[in-house]
């Protein structure tokens, strides 16, 4: 069974950046792409950010220049560096995975920007 663990949330203030991680149990070198997603309260979730196993990342609009994702297949994570953060990027944010059987899902982290 795929597990999804996400780490790395927490309180920042304005500025401040975060690195979110996200651990898988298996190996991600089968999974077609992994990326960031996340759900403000009263707000449908959004992509942030996808790393596809091949070609170039897939990043939102409102974070680009900001976030960056990356993945270590050989540690089975993916990344998302968050810089220059903001209040709106204030959220849960889910890990998530794709492979040719399923859609894959962590527990999600809290994220809260403020000062």
């Known amino acids: 069974q795929v597990q999804l663990v996400e780490s790395g949330g927490g309180l920042v203030q304005p500025g401040g950046s975060l690195r979110l991680s996200c651990l898988a149990s298996?190996?991600?070198?089968?999974?077609?792409?992994m990326g960031w997603h996340r759900q403000a309260p009263g707000k449908q979730r959004e992509l942030v950010a996808q790393?596809?196993?091949?070609?170039?990342?897939n990043i939102a609009d409102s974070v680009k220049g900001r976030f960056t994702i990356s993945r270590d297949n050989a540690k089975n994570t993916v990344y998302l560096q968050m810089n220059s953060l903001k209040p709106e990027d204030t959220a849960v944010y889910y890990c998530?995975?794709?492979?040719?059987?399923?859609?894959?899902w962590g527990q999600g982290t809290q994220v809260t920007v403020s000062s």
């Open positions: 298996v190996s991600i070198f089968g999974f077609n792409a």
């Open positions: 790393a596809p196993s091949r070609g170039f990342p």
């Open positions: 998530h995975a794709a492979n040719s059987v399923s859609d894959y």
